[in-house]
């Protein structure tokens, strides 16, 4: 008989959708190896069950307990704990209702601290995944309620570590977030990687849209792209400063920023009230994901100062690189090779790596190759 395993994610499926990768959730199965998954988001917009069919199920638990709540946080820290109790109480018993054998957390906080609790009242056990160094996310932006307790990156490490010092099994997607699981608690013998992959057949021939037409942008341009959260994490602030060096020497490129996130509303009024980086910023929104398939293939070159899967998908994409020297990217962004790796926040190394790819085509087609 096949495994059923439960997931714990801080989601909301119509963000996910917004987002467009909702339909990653299909891939949870492993391939068909799980019979039943149940994806439980304890932190949703609104409570609402969906049935994506036979296998696959979301359990959106929202933060509308007390009416306007949303709209301040003073109600939703007294929402809080009672929001907490709700969530647990209801996946001890889609645990139980569904035969579920498995619980994974896809982060430590909140996720894995649910996880810990219910696999304490059912007895089956549970993994928690690590897919960010928490430490400089936060470090680089405010941090969240998924990471916080009240605000308190203190407590919310607290959470961590009762999460991931009691699962079965850590899950980090590279080695270097291994460090930071044993740094909070993980038993270095439960740690096992599980990096991330892409369906490379997707990135192989030619764009299948016109990017430049359906982007409204000049045949003239040099597209550099930058596709992920716009949010401090990612280095947005670093992509303004190089753009308003690139527009005080050229006008042979255009940056185009997909994606959404906390930054987006000021990213667009700095860029609509200095007429320089309008003329070489296009922010575009999120972006269906075959549109962005083609917009990494169309690209000149990649910006992936920050990257996950934004990186992987770039090379996939056989464009050079320019990432940041810090945690993994490394592995991928090797300099005069694959593109370039730069020292992190160094805007002058930015720019004269990034000219050098627009000036030597050539160059640039045999490091993304």
């Known amino acids: ?16 959708e917004e987002k467009g990768v909702a339909s990653k959730i299909m891939e949870r199965d492993e391939g068909g190896f799980f019979e039943k998954v ?30 306007e709540a949303k709209k301040y946080r003073w109600m939703l820290y007294l929402q809080a704990p009672f929001q907490l109790v709700r969530v647990i109480y209801n996946v001890v018993c889609l645990v139980k209702n ?94 096992h990687y599980i990096p991330h992959g892409v369906d490379l057949s997707l990135f192989s021939g030619p764009p ?21 959260r716009l949010v401090r994490e990612n280095y947005v602030d670093d992509v303004l400063k190089l753009a308003a060096k690139l527009a005080s020497r050229r006008d042979d490129c255009i940056i185009v920023m997909a994606g959404g996130g906390s930054e987006e509303k000021n990213l667009a009024r700095e860029i609509n009230t200095n007429p320089s980086l309008a003329n070489i910023i296009k922010l575009v929104g999120f972006l269906p994901y075959e549109t962005v ?27 050079p690189v320019i990432s940041y020297d810090v945690e993994w990217h490394h592995e991928l962004a090797i300099t005069q090779r694959t593109g370039f790796l730069v020292r992190e926040n160094d805007i002058a190394e930015l720019e004269k790596a990034t000219s050098y790819l627009l000036d030597n085509p050539y160059e640039a087609d045999k490091m993304g190759r």
């Not at 008989?1 to 801080?10: N, Q, T, Y």
């Open 98 to 191: 569904k035969k579920i054998n498995i619980i994974r957390a896809t982060d430590p906080f909140w996720s894995g601290f649910i996880a810990l609790i219910v696999s304490l009242a059912t007895r089956i056990p549970y993994c928690v995944s690590i897919h960010a160094d928490y430490d400089k996310r936060d470090k680089l932006q405010k941090s969240g309620m998924a990471t916080t307790v009240y605000g308190s990156q203190r407590l919310g490490r607290f959470l961590a570590r009762m999460s991931l010092s009691n699962a079965n099994l850590v899950m980090p997607i590279r080695v270097s977030l291994g460090d930071w699981a044993v740094k909070y608690g993980a038993k270095a013998n439960k740690i």
């Open 208 to 228: 299948t849209k016109d990017i430049y037409r359906l982007l409204g942008i000049s045949e003239e341009k040099k597209i550099i792209s930058f596709v992920g």
């Open 1 to 16: 008989m096949k495994p059923r395993i439960l997931f714990l994610a801080f989601a909301d499926y119509s963000w996910l």
């Open 293 to 319: 398939v083609d917009l990494r293939k169309a690209s000149y070159l990649s910006l992936c100062l920050m990257g996950g899967y934004s990186l992987i998908e770039a090379c996939a994409a056989q464009r």
């Open 38 to 67: 149940i994806s439980v988001h304890p932190a949703s917009l609104t409570t609402r069950t969906i049935k994506l069919n036979d296998v696959h199920a979301v359990y959106d638990y929202g933060l509308d307990m007390l009416p």
